[in-house]
């Protein structure tokens, strides 16, 4: 059975009861025709579950999950171990040429970003 979307909850029944209630797009109908069953996986963090997540989804490439299908992955904030250290904005993740923090789930919501901190370099 090839799986038709993969997404995180904190509250399941919340987010199942949502389906089957009330008027959706035309696009949430078709998923919900489709269901047939829905398996799920408990994790003990928000991180775990974002990073489960992004490997299910390219793993299985679900019809109904538009992020991610563009081989995109969620963005970190690096800083480099340069002589000179940079803030940057990453989607790719080198362990060997900083340190990571992240993944988050948008760019414009990074903690940098709203702190007013400057992404670039720091001299």
Known sequence: MKSSM??????LFNRVHSYFSGSHDAK???????IADFEYIVVSTELE?????????K????????????????????????RHPRLLI??????????????YPHAK????KQNGCSI???R
């Open 6 to 11: 993969w997404g995180k909850q904190k509250n």
């Open 28 to 34: 949430t109908q078709r998923l919900v025709g489709e």
């Open 49 to 57: 579950s974002l990073l489960l997540e992004m490997n299910l989804i």
């Open 59 to 82: 793993k299985h490439d679900p019809k109904y999950n538009v992020m991610l299908k563009d081989d995109k992955s969620y963005p970190y904030i690096k800083l480099t171990n340069e």
């Open 90 to 103: 990453t989607r790719k993740v080198n362990r060997k040429s900083g340190k990571y923090f992240g993944p």
């Open 109 to 112: 919501r990074l903690p940098a």
């Open 120 to 122: 670039g370099s720091i």
